[in-house]
């Protein structure tokens, strides 16, 4: 048992380090964080491209598809590095979703399409899972692809579509059988956007911003060729992917830099004369939460730590999903109480020297949003069903 | 021992409650949020002649003489619904400090103006650096012309944007935090001298940071004492600070019956959501956390209307368990509603923010807690 | 809505305090804390009797049987002195449970022969509801009643039964048909402890002591006589019952003792230098339980308003019972913080003033008994469950 | 980086494991605990005879040069069998203290009796009045003869009754709860002026008061420096409660795993009770609390392993959440196994108790979050 990096490890925290400093600069990190999608968009494509000429924009992909090769200390190493400069994560949909599911799934001729584009960040990709009507019981979908020759014919509805109005790609479960359980009968397509018949409802979300969206269906034609693996086989590339997903959503290392924004924050924060990093049961309230990220911090290194040693993520991953959104939460509320009043100011009112505070806005952003992240990606109720199950046998 | 309400506080109730079941319907809200002022003065010339605008006030000047049971009883009704027109900031705020701290003349030239739905107040307070301490003013007044000139800047003013008047705690001596040498100060929204910034917040409301520059303020306005506007201010915040309460009491009840409808029909795996145990308990903690917080609201109206001796500490227990139960049930209303819960189209995250706003109003759950601690060990 | 005493409720405080303060004196405050039944037992019978003379032994009571004829405001003042000054809650079983049914749904005769000798305590109460391997289901009972002429024929096992080993008399639920749906066929039988073929088995629990035992019948023969009200209908009797002894289960006067024991030792008990009373974190844990506490008076004072006016005991009881419970358990925990090490000390051993602390024994004593509080009565899952279906309509 | 055990480690774990499941069975625990010194020196042969007593020890001492891994392991499979004989005390304790600070002539006069079992010991640190702060010291030693004589009162020893030598702190100078001035005194057990009372705790371990009066030590029993006793005491009591956070851990993996087990076999309402989706939901939410208190074991070992700079604040920060964890886990085994779990008979309120009375050995939650706060945001 050993968590101390070797001379290497530490080299290579050095280099990851200097990329960084010098390659996330004020001016992307200010459009990065715009709420304006025509800003926001090119400047995410821009970064993403950044990490890609350096070679790093794949970490979890094998070396043979264009990731990194890392082993467990580096992958921590280049997410604690990333995280403790409020370096946002890469766009999901792509590079951690659909991308694995291809290079393990795919056909060569899928691999040779997409990939590369997925890397240089030319495609940018969304999800299509759930359903309206549908929540947490996924496998319950009703959108159809009726086969006619080459192609199918999809009708229905996605919701919850994160960055639909932006993407060009959807990855979609669709029903291609209603015949044996529910699970089966289920396909996995690559659909181009620009296809006739698809329409994106904007969503406004409980931060008062549109990221979200329904994405409607009629008579969407799709090639075969962009049907994953085998007709009806869906279910099992995506029960592979979900894991991997709920152990990306830990977020461990992002939530320790929130914990930080907040420790500087109440250091600065004065109530009645004294600071709010000084008053008993705040630090009640952020210890409480420290102590509970330095052990999921472990949790996650032992999890990642099987994984490397071969162990495909398993039910694990439901605990790291639970816990992870769970602490996210605590860390987004602690952010709360420290802006106080200013906890209600949405983004895009008065500048900071005008209203009086500059964490409030962001607060409540990232508060709000936040709400989600124990919903979606398989709800946490969900999580813990799981767990019931596959780990205590119940 | 009874908590039976008299049938004149009934009626009160009800005419609340069919007001904004009627006539506030949750359209009309959306509509009135997304207006310029967040408010609807048509409707606020309703609260007037239903007489709501009275009830605080002596009769004297035309008021209802109610107590803190109709206070309460108002608010929780207004709390159901959501109801975004002033009423904490002009009546219980503005009005509160003219009724617990105006003199005759005051009181007689300003307090009708309420009553008739003509006039909105605003108390302004919160500055920049002063987070939850009341006493923490930086704004001064001093003396000029046998009348006190206003310099400084308040933050986050209830109603700031809107009110025809305003009343400004002002330092006339004293260091920053001292709870002495605090005046308040009675002054129209545009008199010379002041500039507002509006802007929105999470709940709806339109606020405002105002910024006081050589104000000019006659002696005559002065409402309380001099130098002793702490111990006025702090009773009509802690009046407050009940009214809150039993505004987000009608909020838990909407968020708590709304979710165990919710799950009554939404089905997922086939089943309800209501019919898996694990969300019933849930469901049964939150409706538990209602009660809880219900009977702290009342026994704080019971010891304020008693002036019992542990008013204060009933006060503060009771903002404790409204800022526990609250985020207990809007986190649960919020994640039991699931997608839908995270949009902005569905009512259960408003009911939320609105929680959420006067969780932080006065005072967080734990600063009435580091007060409950100082008053009851100490 | 007033809460304030009317004078003649104040002149009824002052002689509730009079009476108390002469009547529960050093000499029988001690014999009824010790661990030995031999000196409890007549102890509290003659602690019940004082009451019992005074007239105020059943303030539940219609004062036609005996009781008071209080109204809530009356009782609650008098459970607030009792408690206050740590004298002990009579023992329920006769005169919270069997009592209230007897008077309710039993014969003249019944009431005639029990009542009296109920509240004099000249006959000592059990109750045989819960079965070996039954544990919430309670209605699932299999300890059978055959009738044979003027006699049932018992056969079967109770369990959980506190102080059995001293009862005079059982009060039981047995299945006298197993037709329809199992709450169907049940009859509410009083039995003698000294009918023969009644076995009783002890219990040591978690305190390591004994009160808990196995009561078994071996053809027992009950004449029927004993039976309360209806054949087949003891569980409507059962029932009405359960709801009032949940009611009186929250036990919010006692935990305001305790919390008032938990302040006195916590004002003594001193940590490098600091009185634990004045440790923030101990403070707020200490006011997080007062406030739920405050809480708890109001809601339980809400529903005896409700009862007093008419309602009965609905499912607002079983919020009282699962409430009144967890704060008790808090309560007792919290004693068991203040008494640190001491903690661990067993009832019986050393002397005080040799060991260092009064307060060990004591705290593990309440604390170890008192994890039964969540399970008996019908277990808080079970209570959850009540208001799910009763309140919630779920 | 990596959470694996070398072969030697995997070896050692394992035979403890095979020796509680083969020869600490629960009968044979019961009756260890309601003897009369709640041990067996049997057992404690065997233990000798198998190596684990030397574990913590240099090689130079006949030890086995072992750290803190290994020590974990050792009591982590102690603390599934619930494991009455006195390792912490005398090999963690009596013998850390002689490891860490005893000069080279005592640490071969006396770590070699520890190892082969000879030997039992025990550190009396504690005062009536101490709580939890090891500073706090009462009882004197005063120069005598060359020598020391020393007065007071130890309390809630662990191992007190049965240990052959002692450890004592006492008080060479300084006020009663500085640092400075606190010296730590090697002696026997039976020497002149101690008088034991001893006493059984709630997880069967019997321990003793020990009054001193007048008891003389000679000055070459001073173990570690004169007057800086308290920086070696708190080196060994870290170390320890990291061992002890290791005893937690396997007790918590054995209530997690029988409470599932249970639930699994025991039917209510016709259905086994491991069916019900909210006793579901429960049993996942300890199981997490175990992983995540698992995890910060790992990390304070590592850390203490790595000499890392946190390491004061992994430790703390594993106490509190062995403190969290731990209540959270047996409250929801005994709560769970319903009338079952508060009979003295299951071995589940066994499990309990010692769990509590490590979360009050060496402070509780609270303390140790304390500490954790000062540490880590003054």
Known sequence: ?394 | MNFDFTEEQVMLRDSVARYVQDDYDWDTRVAIANSETGMDLTKWQTFAELGWLSIPFAEEHGGFGGGAVDVMLVMEELGKGLVLEPYLATVLLYGGLLHKGGNSELQAAYIPAIIDGSCLGAFAYLERQSRFELADVKTTASASDGGYMLNGEKVVVFNGASADQLIVSARTSGEQSDEHGITLFLLPADADGIERVSYRMMDGQVVANIVLKDVKVDAGHVVGELDNGFALMTAVVMDANIALSAEAIGIMAQLNSKTVEYTRTREQFGVALGKFQALQHRMVDTFMSYEQAKSLLYRAVCALTDDAEDEVQAIHALRVMIDKAGKHIFGEAIQLHGGMGITDELDIGHYAKRLMMINTTFGNGDYHQAKFNAVRYN
């Open chain 1, 1 to 394: 048992m050993d968590t101390r990096f070797a001379p290497e490890d530490i080299a290579f925290r050095d280099e990851v380090a200097e990329f960084f400093d010098s390659a996330y600069d004020t001016d992307i990190e200010a459009r990065l964080s715009s709420f304006d999608a025509a800003v926001f968009k090119p400047a995410i494509i821009e970064w993403q491209k950044r990490l890609y000429e350096r070679g790093w924009i794949a970490p979890g992909w094998p070396k043979e598809y264009g990731g990194t090769g890392w082993d467990a200390t580096k992958a921590f190493i280049f997410e604690s590095e990333r995280a403790s400069r409020g370096i946002p994560e890469v766009i999901p949909f792509g590079l951690k979703m659909v991308g694995p599911v291809i290079y393990t799934f795919g056909s060569d001729e899928q691999k040779e399409r997409f990939l590369p584009r997925i890397l240089s960040s030319d495609e940018w990709w969304c999800q299509g899972y759930s359903e309206p009507g549908a929540g947490s019981d996924l496998a319950s979908l009703k959108t159809r692809a009726v086969r006619e020759g080459d192609e199918y014919v999809v009708n229905g509805a996605k919701i919850w579509t994160t960055y639909a109005q932006l993407a060009d790609w959807i990855f979609c479960l669709v029903r291609t059988s209603s015949e044996g359980k529910k699970q089966e009968g289920i396909s996995f397509l690559l659909i181009d956007m620009k296809s006739p018949g698809i329409k994106v409802n904007p969503i406004v979300s409980i931060d008062a911003k549109h990221s979200l969206n329904e994405v409607e269906f009629n008579d969407v034609r799709v090639p075969v060729a962009n049907r994953i693996g085998e007709e009806n086989r869906g279910w099992t590339y995506a029960k592979a992917l979900l894991a991997h997903e709920r152990t990306a959503i830990a977020g461990v290392a992002d939530s320790k830099r929130g914990v930080e924004v907040v420790r500087q924050y109440a250091s600065a924060e004065v109530n009645g004369g004294t600071r709010l990093i000084d008053e008993p049961l705040f630090q009640k309230r952020l210890s409480d939460l420290e102590i509970e990220l330095m052990a999921l911090e472990f949790t996650e290194l032992r999890v990642l730590a099987s994984v490397a040693s071969g162990d495909a993520p398993g039910a694990e991953s439901s605990m790291l999903k639970i816990k992870g959104t769970e602490i996210q939460q605590q860390v987004q509320e602690l952010a709360m109480e420290v802006a106080a009043y200013y906890q209600g100011v949405l983004p895009g009112g008065p500048e900071p020297d005008v209203l009086g505070n500059s964490l409030g806005p962001k607060a409540f952003k990232n508060y709000m949003y936040g709400r989600a992240a124990t919903i979606y990606g398989g709800s946490n109720e969900v999580q813990r069903n799981i767990i019931a199950k596959a780990v205590l046998g119940l």
